[in-house]
């Protein structure tokens, strides 16, 4: 399988910014780590961003389609078209 350089780097760097919101996460949820509700919303919405921008590349690494989530709709999932 041939992979371009730049969605390789892409990916990895997709990774990396996920992890790190990840890891900040889990310092709340799991190690007690206090935060106001304010700090906690931003810390859950900037977790969910970056693993959807990784969802996004890992999508593009591995060759899967992915179509935009349509506008007005405030989940921002990802989709993956259906071949029409």
């Known amino acids: 399988m041939q992979r371009d350089v730049s969605t390789i780097e892409a990916y ?5 910014a996920w992890q790190k919101q990840l890891e900040a996460l889990h310092g709340v949820l799991l190690d007690g780590e206090s935060l106001g509700p304010p700090q906690l919303k931003g810390l859950l919405n900037r977790e969910a961003r970056a693993k959807e921008r990784y969802d996004a590349a890992r999508f593009k690494l591995l060759g899967i389609p992915v179509s935009p989530p349509p506008m007005g709709s405030s989940d921002g999932a990802l989709s993956r078209e259906q071949g029409e």
């Open 12 to 16: 990895r760097a997709a990774l990396a």
